[in-house]
C-alpha cells in the first residue's frame, strides 16, 4: 500500500467531521506503511465541476471544442488519481439525504467506459480491480 487518495465533499471547512474521520483512517493507513504518499482532492471549492451540454463529451473522452478538451484534461487527470491509488478514502457528508454533489460530479468524471468500468453480459462491472473493498467505520476521535 503507498498510494492513499482522499476525496472529501464537505463544505463545512475547519469544522467538518468527515474530515475529522478521514484524517483518523489517513493517520491508521500511515501507522500500517509510513511511507505511503497521501494526495487530496478536496471537492468543496467547485474544482470539479457539474457536467453541462458543452462539457459531457470530455469525459466521455470524445473530445473537441475546448470546453470538452478541458473536461477531458480534469477527466483524465481525476482517472489518473484514481489508477494510482492503492487505497481511496472517501469522506461523504449526508446532503440532503444523499452525497455532497461536488462528489458526485467526481463520480461522472471518473466513470469512463472500457476505463474504469465496462458493460458486460452480467451488467456494469469495475475495472479498477487491484484496488481492495473495504467499508470500515472507524471510532471517531472523541
Ligand atoms: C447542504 C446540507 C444538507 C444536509 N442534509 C442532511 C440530511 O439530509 N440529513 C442529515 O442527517 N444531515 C444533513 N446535513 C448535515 C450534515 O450531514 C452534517 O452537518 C455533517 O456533519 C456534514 O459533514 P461535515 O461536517 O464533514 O461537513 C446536511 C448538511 C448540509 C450542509
Not at 493517520?27 to 470539479?48: F, M, W, Y
Not at 471544442?65 to 473536461?71: A, F, K, N, V
Not at 479498477?128 to 476521535?141: A, G, N, V, W, Y
Amino acid at each position: 500500500m503507498r498510494n492513499i487518495l482522499v476525496v472529501n465533499g464537505s463544505v463545512s471547512g475547519d469544522a467538518s467531521v468527515s474530515r475529522a474521520l478521514v484524517e483518523v483512517a489517513v493517520q491508521r493507513l500511515l501507522g500500517i506503511n509510513p511511507d505511503a504518499s497521501v494526495t487530496h482532492r478536496d471537492l468543496s471549492h467547485g474544482a470539479v465541476p457539474h457536467l453541462t451540454p458543452a462539457t459531457v463529451a470530455g469525459v466521455r473522452a470524445v473530445a473537441n471544442t475546448d470546453h470538452e478538451l478541458s473536461t477531458q484534461a480534469l477527466s483524465d487527470e481525476l482517472i489518473a488519481e484514481l489508477q494510482a491509488a492503492d487505497v481511496v478514502v472517501i469522506g461523504a457528508p449526508m446532503h440532503n439525504f444523499s452525497i455532497p454533489s461536488s462528489l458526485r460530479a467526481w463520480f461522472d468524471h471518473v466513470l469512463r467506459r472500457r476505463v474504469t468500468f465496462s458493460y458486460s453480459e452480467a451488467g456494469p462491472k469495475g475495472l479498477l480491480t487491484s484496488k481492495r473493498r473495504h467499508m470500515r467505520s472507524f471510532d471517531p476521535p472523541w
